[in-house]
């Protein structure tokens, strides 16, 4: 299922939109600031963030820019402004999608079914299907047997590919940054993931003295 996080402050919008988003199958974390929201955020575990703009602590703006340094997550922005500047820099900082309040939670719902069904086609390659709601992936429509971190490294050189990811930034995205295990951790499940990857294996480039890169070449 793909799991979602709610940014906003007032508590009865936030109760309801978890409510018709649970509804309709999702899973849903919550937060009522702009700080929590950046502890709570996961680029490996959510597929969508409903943003409120006007947070306590630190506003929305600035916990998107914090997301979009490590993903590319979808966000939906809520705001009580609908002025035509204000949408034109969320764009820029790179928002999906934008929704003036009062709005429905029906609206917001359907846009964000709207957006995962893109995504979620868009993690296709005719050759390799990654299902990141099933955490599943195949190769020539059969499945292949990836332990759980195997899944997530794969998904985030995926989700950030033709980018070299150095050593240490896939160890911090996908094992954490209080993780204190060697950087050959890394180049071991790489391999592991070639080898299962079969044919396809050099879609994971070696950079140099560096790292890796998810890049597709025909």
């Known amino acids: 299922m793909s799991r979602i996080l709610i940014v906003e402050d007032e508590d009865k919008l936030r109760r309801v939109l ?3 988003l649970e509804n309709e199958g999702y899973i849903v974390d919550e937060a009522k ?7 709570l955020f996961s680029p490996l575990t959510h597929s969508l963030v409903i943003l409120d703009v006007m947070l306590p602590k630190r506003d929305g703006w600035s916990v998107l820019r914090s997301i979009r340094k490590e993903s590319d997550v979808p966000v939906i922005m809520l705001t009580a402004r609908g002025e035509e500047d204000d949408k034109l820099f969320g764009f820029d900082l790179g928002v999906d999608d934008y929704v ?3 709005a429905s939670p029906r609206e917001i719902v359907a846009r964000t079914r709207a957006i995962l069904k893109r995504v979620n086609k868009s993690n296709v390659l005719e050759e390799i299907v990654i299902d990141k709601s099933a955490r599943e ?3 020539n429509g059969n499945t292949i047997d990836l332990t759980l971190k195997e899944f997530e490294l794969l998904l985030y050189l995926y989700e950030h590919k033709n980018v070299a990811l150095s050593r240490e930034q ?4 996908v094992w954490g940054y209080e993780y204190y295990g060697d950087l050959r951790t890394v180049d071991t499940h790489i391999k592991n993931i070639r080898e299962k990857l079969g044919e396809y ?3 994971i480039q070696t950079v140099r003295g560096f790292g890796y890169k998810f890049e ?3």
């Open 201 to 203: 294996r050099d879609y």
């Open 216 to 218: 597709v070449k025909k």
């Open 33 to 39: 600031d702009g700080e929590e929201a950046i502890n």
């Open 170 to 173: 896939i160890l911090d995205a």
């Open 137 to 139: 992936v195949k190769v």
């Open 100 to 102: 003036v309040k009062p």
């Open 18 to 20: 978890k409510l018709y």
